[in-house]
Every structure is written in structure tokens, then in C-alpha cells.
């Protein structure tokens, strides 16, 4: 609890308006999708002057510091594990330049990520990374989870478009990482360090992001399989043939029968599995990239292939993997999502796994997969009050992770550490590495007061 004086001290720095105490204000900060702690106060900067006195007051008292974004995460990132002050960075939202001549946005972390997806497409430029909720995350979150989506087996994640960043350190000094040039390499890499640190470093107050053109034309196709394991295997040939799509996404039967139930899509309902496939580039290419994608689908027995008409066509297919997750939280009081990664061609060992580890846990496991880069997202509805289906899930969990690491895989692909996964962290990371890591953390935070209680 923070004592009346340093409460009168940010409010009179901030405003009242901009520095919430009641009830009601402080649990709707208080969490994300996985879990829930309250903070003791919420501050939302205009400026990255008012971030850094902030900062300064809290390191100077020792005051845990939680920044956030839209809280769209999966795995407790932005939640104050240790009460203190939420730092939520959503009225600092502008977009400050959009240059096609020099490839590059500068935007505020609160800025919504499709919205400068818009703003960049309307001067014929592109900014790639896609995250699920890009209709409503922020570019800040992204930059500090390093977020991904569908299109990254092709363009990359949220890092691969970092040119720089301004933050400002737990001592309320304003730093300035990288910059505006497409090639830069004096000295350590902090703006990819910053990347990903899920708010554990600094707090970002301005990104500066790579633009490429915007591609010319695209082909989805949506194609059904009488078989996961048929697949999981067109999958891992599409991509060792060099075929690059935009994005290649799988759903398992029962995803999709839950999605088509509610929404009422169209969907293969027979299918064991679907694919999503999507290339694009220059017009005159993309129709032959499409083809030989649907000739490796032929060949692995797809018995129904469909290719978008139009680009509505083409949304109404996308519609289906960016919110059919939604419709599984009806059928329990809460879902869990993972996503475990493996190599491209571990992918159909992996699906194997997972049927496996379901059968002896009598408990049904969706599948929904980037599966482009490997990126596996088992889900799992549940009732948390019920205990002998949360022990189940938390053994599921362990196992998942398990067979991840055993295929050569990793904890997350995009979701993060966050506290959701700090218990499994020694399956990956050796003390030595752990030891760097706090090493690193240390030097920019000696008082410890950026998201404590995470991963570090």
C-alpha cells in the first residue's frame, strides 16, 4: 500500500483523472487472460517526461513499477504480481511519422497495431506482424513480448522490424536505442534486448519500425484433410520445397465444428483437419505459388480445396482461426492456451504427442497451430473450481512443455514467460544462462522494481 504522501506526489505530477485509487479502477488493471493481482495505484502518462518522473519517484522508493498495454496477453506479464504502481501507456497513442521514402513509422506505445497498419497501407507500405488481437493490443506490448501471428513464417516477428526505441530506465533516465537507419551496428544490440524483456528492463516510450512494400496480391486457399497426421505432413513438405507462404495455419476437427456452430462459416465439419494457406507477392507469381501448394495438398490426400475469390472470401476464411477461439469459452468457465513450439518437422511427432498425452488424461485437447514456424497452440476448456480437472490441465501443461523441449522445441513461440511459464523455465534455460539474465537485469534495474516476480 502506498503511504497518503507519495499517492499526493503522483497525483499532483499527473492529475487525479490520471492517477486511479478506486476499487473498480484498480481490478480492471488488476489483469489479463491468466491470472489476476490488484495494484495499489494506476497512472497513465501522456509524455515519456512524465514517465520518467514517475519512475524516479518510484525507484527512489523502492515501488514496484508494472507496465501495460491492452492486456491481451496469455500469460500474466502485465499483471502486478507485487501490487504497486500499473504504468498503463494507452493515452500516450500517437502516430508520430510515417516515411515510405525512408522505410520507416515512428508511433507511441499506446498506439493500437492495426491502426498503424492502416495508416502505413495508405501510402502503399506494409508492416507486417499480426498478432491475433492486433485489432486491439498495442505496438508497446508488442515490442515487449515480441509478439508474432500468422504472418511471421514469412515476414518475421515484432524484433525482425525494430529499427529503435526511446525507454526510459527504472532511474527515470531517458535512453535512446538504435535509430532511423536500416543498417546501424555501433555497438550492443539494446533495442533487441528492450524486445521481448516483457517490461522487466525499461518502459518504452517510442518505437521507431521498419516498412516494407506493401505486396501486390495474395492467394488464400482453405484446404480439408481426412487426417491430422496428412496435415501436419503437407505442412513440413510445403515449407522444405521453399514454398514461403504468408501464412500456413492448421485447425483440428474439433476446433472447427465448435467455430462453424457459432458462426456458421461454411467450414468443413468432416474435415479431421484444415489448413489455411496464404501466399502473396507480385501478381503474376502468386497463382503459381498457389498451385503448387495445392498440388503438395493433393498429394497428401486434401479432399477439399478451396480458393478465395475475393478478398471478403478470403477474411471469411481468416475469420475462422483469428476469433474461433472465442466460441470455446462457452463450453467451460475458462480456457487455456499454449503454445509450444517445435521445428517444421517435428510437427506431425508433436500432433502424435499430443494425442497421446490426451487419451491419458481424459480430457479433450484442441489444436490450433502457426504451423508454418512450428508454433503449436493446444487449448483446453475447463472449470478452475473443479479439482481434479485443474490438476489434469496443470499435468497436461507440464507435459506439453515436456515433449516441446524433448522435440527440440521451445516454452513460447509468441505468448511469452510472463508467470504462466516461469515454473517450467529449467526444462529450457541452464542456471548459467538464468545467472546472465539476472546479471543483465540487475544492470539496468539494481533496485528490482521493473515487473518483479517475473521470469527474471
Avoid at 89 to 99: G, T
Avoid at 196 to 218: F, M
Avoid at 272 to 289: H, K, N, P, S, Y
Avoid at 423 to 434: D, N, R, V
Wanted: proline share 5%.
Amino acid at each position: 500500500m502506498l503511504n497518503k504522501s507519495i499517492l499526493n506526489e503522483l497525483q499532483d505530477l499527473v492529475g487525479k483523472d490520471r492517477c486511479l485509487t478506486a476499487p473498480e479502477d484498480l481490478m480492471v488493471y488488476s489483469h489479463d487472460v491468466f491470472c489476476q493481482s490488484k495494484p495499489d495505484v494506476v497512472i497513465l502518462p501522456t509524455t515519456t517526461e512524465e514517465v520518467s518522473r514517475i519512475l524516479k519517484i518510484a525507484n527512489r522508493e523502492k515501488i514496484p513499477v508494472t507496465p501495460r498495454g491492452s492486456a491481451t496477453g496469455l500469460s500474466g506479464m502485465c499483471v502486478p504480481a507485487q501490487g504497486g504502481i500499473v504504468m498503463a501507456m494507452s493515452k500516450m497513442n500517437k502516430i508520430l511519422e510515417v516515411n515510405p521514402e525512408d522505410r520507416l513509422a515512428i508511433a507511441e506505445p499506446g498506439v493500437i497495431t492495426n491502426d498503424l497498419q492502416v495508416a502505413v497501407e495508405a501510402v502503399g507500405s506494409f508492416y507486417p506482424p499480426d498478432p491475433a488481437s492486433q485489432t486491439i493490443c498495442q505496438l508497446g506490448g508488442n515490442v515487449a513480448t515480441n509478439a508474432g501471428g500468422p504472418r511471421c513464417v514469412k515476414y518475421g516477428v515484432t524484433r525482425d522490424y525494430l529499427l529503435g526505441l526511446e525507454a526510459v530506465l527504472p532511474s527515470g533516465e531517458v535512453v535512446k536505442a538504435g535509430g532511423r537507419p536500416i543498417k546501424n551496428v555501433t555497438g550492443y544490440d539494446v533495442t533487441r534486448l528492450l524486445c521481448g524483456s516483457e517490461g522487466t528492463l525499461a518502459v518504452i516510450t517510442k518505437i521507431i519500425v521498419k516498412l516494407i512494400a506493401k505486396p501486390e496480391a495474395r492467394r488464400t486457399l482453405l484446404v480439408a484433410f481426412r487426417s491430422i497426421d496428412d496435415a501436419s505432413t503437407t505442412v513440413s513438405r510445403i515449407m522444405a520445397a521453399g514454398i514461403v507462404p504468408r501464412a500456413l495455419e492448421l485447425m483440428d476437427q474439433r476446433y472447427i465444428r465448435n467455430c462453424e456452430n457459432m458462426y456458421h462459416l461454411g467450414l468443413p465439419t468432416d474435415a479431421a483437419a484444415m489448413l489455411i494457406i496464404e501466399v502473396d507477392g507480385f501478381a503474376e507469381t502468386v497463382d503459381r505459388q498457389a498451385n503448387i501448394a495445392r498440388e503438395f495438398c493433393e498429394n497428401e490426400g486434401a479432399f477439399d480445396i478451396r480458393l478465395a475469390q475475393t478478398e471478403a472470401e478470403a477474411d471469411r476464411m481468416w475469420y475462422a482461426r483469428k476469433i474461433g477461439s472465442v466460441a470455446l469459452y462457452r463450453l467451460s468457465k475458462t480456457m487455456v492456451t499454449e503454445d509450444a513450439t517445435v521445428p517444421i518437422s517435428q510437427i506431425p511427432a508433436m500432433v502424435r504427442r499430443l494425442n497421446e498425452i490426451e487419451k491419458k488424461y481424459n480430457m479433450v485437447i484442441y489444436l490450433l497451430a502457426h504451423a508454418g514456424d512450428g508454433n503449436m497452440h493446444p487449448l483446453m476448456t475447463y472449470d478452475p473450481g473443479n479439482k481434479d480437472e485443474a490438476e489434469r490441465v496443470d499435468n497436461i501443461i507440464r507435459e506439453i512443455f515436456e515433449a516441446s523441449i524433448a522435440l527440440g522445441g521451445t516454452l513460447t513461440g509468441e505468448h511469452g514467460i510472463g508467470l504462466a511459464k516461469k515454473p517450467f523455465m529449467h526444462l529450457e534455460i541452464s542456471p548459467a544462462e538464468l545467472d546472465l539474465w539476472k546479471n543483465i537485469k540487475k544492470s539496468f534495474d539494481p533496485k528490482g522494481i521493473m515487473n518483479p516476480g517475473k521470469f527474471v
